[in-house]
């Protein structure tokens, strides 16, 4: 659904961390809400694969998708405005994606399914195929169903939903693995760290190199629960009050980068609980309350087994004595080749109070008067391996530092507090009139104020900032970066309504706004250095390492700290100004066209620039700096037609032309190769840009099979996707099927894409 929407793309090249992007905006500036609440997770660096949390609260708790958030079949309703110009919208300025929760009515109504499938009916997997293997089993059993009613007639209600996903993923493992040759010519030392990846069955590669293939599936598992309750206190007041759980566990082998015979094994738990009261007073004036409380934790460990052959190794082999794989973590990478790591328990939990609350009132009938708050907390703890060890090597064979010659291109050890606390505060307000001017003018204009500081702890050590003194050069005693009080953004907004013939209406629409982003960065990544861990680090080390080399660094560290990563002393929010006009116009009832052109300019954007020190006296050897710096540009062309051709079939189609242009498509941009010496990054189009965008889609309802329970196969959904940039071939979003309908309208999806 969030595809469909005109100036919606994705990033290109797997460049992007699952999210997406709208209006030529970073994915991790998209806010989502269930019910009025956040749904946004702190901190993450919004950069590459950011996954869950990504990119400073602009990615919901699973990285982009809704299943964890809210079961389809519960959701009433699905919005995505990518311009929203009244300031009751904001705290990140793309697009706003507002989910409503069904609930109960005066009558028993539900459903319950059953969607399964098996590799029965796919084509093998290209790789496999072509190295001669079978199909790897795949297998998804997703049942699931919804039910609600009165408990009271007319007064309380009740709605229950449920759905459990089974599913076993297929995969092609074609890892580059040491060859026997390799393995034959290894030191005694070296042997064991050869023979503990998988033994080769492909191809030889050259450089002491092999392939490994195979195939295989990896399980997971995860349950959907919700309860919502509506209570009718009084004539003028209502309440709500709705309860999710979704636990969730996976199983995974490693693959290209990682050795298959590495198995992850993560789980997770989310819990959401909200409640909401709507009183409406003698006046007409409304004031709704929601007030949040949600618990997501998620855990993770990696272990070594015999897959392919392969011979684990054991833990005196990689820890000093005391260090297990319980309580240390090791990694071994090989450039060119798969490499392994394992070991290791961490685990993260956040938690967050959410309340909202908007007064609503009108004023001689012309303005309807609007104003709110938005406070936020997250408290997260994030529970860490107190010991890793790493070492790199370049190559199999054939170099200075290559695997065989024991010589490696560096080597770390590093001690960790065994649990850190963030925490992130957020504070918004906004004030808003929409003032019918004229019969056909609407006005739309107001502020809004976000106030977010910089996170820090609410037990341990506190994160280092810049110090003002040459020769402290980092202190613990102020914040990451000054707290931005100003940040007060004006909108404005205007719809005029310039034909009112029944079937034949035209109406113009303008906006123009200000929105401030969260403007978090990857600070989040300066609870992961010092001072929370001391890192010693070796270039050029032989390997194994001595028992002198493997032993726990102190804690806490001492100076010079190692890297470090926090915000720039003149660190500012970032600041999109967005503007948008519409052009739309009725031809006849149930035909549409829609022509809109929106246009974006982002400035003061998040990069992170990483330099060496200066100067003996220096508090650290690399800082990683996050600073504004970077700038981007949108303009696109969105057109839309839709056609209702009778009570049962409808359709969409909608054309986006845009250009996006930046000097950087993520906060993490220019970290690489001390990049911050030689300036600002070259400005050029976006990982996101898409030229053309073209969707085709269309509702069938067809004639149902009647019975007293069930309607079978009422409304079928098609949808087609099409993009293109520069050079690059068309992408197949996929076909939709409606999962949830009002009357001959589908109001939910979902979708399968294949490229």
Request: net charge neutral; charged share 15%; aromatic share 10%.
């Amino acid at each position: 659904l969030i595809l469909m929407a005109p100036g919606v793309t994705s990033a290109a090249g797997g460049k992007g961390d699952g999210g997406f992007n709208a209006n030529g905006l970073r994915s991790n500036t998209n806010y989502y809400t269930i019910d009025g609440v956040s749904m946004n997770q702190a901190g993450g660096s919004g950069g590459g694969p950011g996954g869950p949390g990504g990119g400073g609260g602009g990615v919901p708790p699973d990285g982009g998708a809704s299943s964890e958030m809210i079961n389809i079949d519960a959701m009433q309703e699905m919005k995505v405005q990518t311009a929203s110009i009244a300031p009751e919208f904001g705290r990140s300025p793309g697009a706003q994606v507002v989910m409503t929760s069904r609930g109960g009515g005066n009558d028993f109504h539900g459903s319950v399914y059953y969607y399964k499938r098996s590799d029965e009916f796919d084509a093998n997997d290209w790789f496999a195929n072509s190295g001669g293997y079978p199909r790897a089993k795949e297998r998804q059993d997703r049942p699931g169903g919804v039910f609600g009613g009165p408990i009271v007639k007319r007064k309380t209600f009740f709605f229950v939903s449920f759905e459990r996903l089974a599913l076993q993923s297929p995969e092609t493992v074609v890892a580059d693995v040491p060859d026997p040759a390799s393995r034959n010519a290894a030191p005694s030392a070296l042997a064991p760290y050869l023979k503990a990846f998988p033994y080769p069955n492909g191809a030889e590669l050259g450089s002491g190199a092999a392939e490994y293939r195979a195939v295989l599936s990896n399980p997971s598992h995860s349950n959907s629960e919700s309860l919502r309750l509506d209570h009718t206190l009084s004539q003028h007041t209502t309440l709500f009050a709705r309860y999710s759980l979704t636990p969730a566990n996976s199983v995974q082998r490693g693959s290209q980068v990682v050795t298959p015979n590495i198995i992850q094994n993560r789980s997770s738990r989310s819990q959401l609980a909200t409640t909401g009261i709507t009183h409406v007073f003698e006046d007409g004036s409304v004031n709704d309350l929601r007030v949040n409380y949600s618990d997501s934790s998620a855990s993770g460990y990696s272990t070594m087994d015999t897959y392919g052959g392969a011979v684990p190794l054991t833990d005196s082999l990689v820890f000093p004595s005391g260090i297990t794989s319980s309580t240390g973590s090791f990694s071994l990478s090989v450039l060119g080749a798969a490499g392994y790591s394992y070991g290791g328990r961490n685990a993260n939990r956040q938690q967050q109070v959410n309340v909202v609350d908007s007064f609503t009132t009108s004023v001689r009938e012309t303005h309807h008067v609007k104003a709110g708050v938005d406070y936020r907390e997250q408290l997260r703890t994030s529970e860490r391996t107190p010991y890793s060890a790493s070492v790199s090597f370049d190559g199999i064979t054939g170099k200075t530092e290559s695997l065989l010659t024991a010589l490696a291109l560096n080597g770390q050890v590093s001690s960790n507090l065994a649990a850190v606390y963030p925490t992130y505060l957020n504070l918004s307000a906004y004030a808003q009139d929409t003032w019918r001017a004229t019969e056909r003018t609407t006005v739309t204009y107001g502020l809004r104020w976000d106030l977010n500081p910089a996170p820090t702890t609410r037990s341990g050590p506190k994160p280092f900032a810049l110090s003002d003194s040459t020769i402290a050069g980092v202190t613990q005693n102020q914040p990451i970066y000054p707290t931005r009080w100003a940040n007060i953004a004006p909108r404005f907004g205007v719809a005029y309504l310039s034909d009112d013939t029944p079937g034949r209406e035209m109406l113009l629409r303008a906006g123009v706004g200000m929105f401030y982003d969260l403007g978090y960065g990857v600070v989040d990544s300066a609870f992961s250095g010092a001072p929370y861990s001391s890192v010693r680090t070796m270039s050029e080390v032989t390997y194994p390492f001595s028992a002198s080399e493997l032993a726990p660094p102190t804690l806490p560290p001492s100076r010079p700290y190692g890297q470090i990563t926090t915000g720039g002393p003149d660190l500012v929010s970032p600041v999109v100004y967005q503007i948008n006009g519409t052009w739309e116009k009725n031809f006849g009832p149930g035909q549409t066209l829609i022509v809109g052109a929106s246009a974006t300019r982002g400035r003061n954007l998040m990069r992170t620039a990483t330099q060496p020190s200066f100067g003996s006296s220096s508090a650290y050897q690399i800082l990683r700096e996050v600073s504004n710096g970077a700038q981007s540009s949108y303009n696109g062309l969105q057109v839309q037609f839709r056609k209702r051709f009778s009570n049962n079939f409808q359709t969409q189609l909608s054309y986006t032309w845009a250009r996006s242009m930046d000097s950087s498509s993520n906060d993490a941009g220019f970290g690489g190769g001390f990049a911050s010496l030689f300036g600002a990054g070259e400005r050029g189009p976006s990982d996101y840009d898409v030229k053309h965008s073209v969707n085709l889609s269309g509702s069938i309802r067809l004639p149902a099979a009647k019975g007293p329970f069930f309607y079978l196969l009422q409304h079928w959904y098609l949808d087609f996707t099409a993009s293109a940039r520069s050079g690059l071939p068309f992408d197949i979003q996929g076909v939709s099927t409606c999962t949830s309908s009002s009357g001959s309208t589908c109001s939910s999806t979902t979708t399968s894409s294949a490229n």
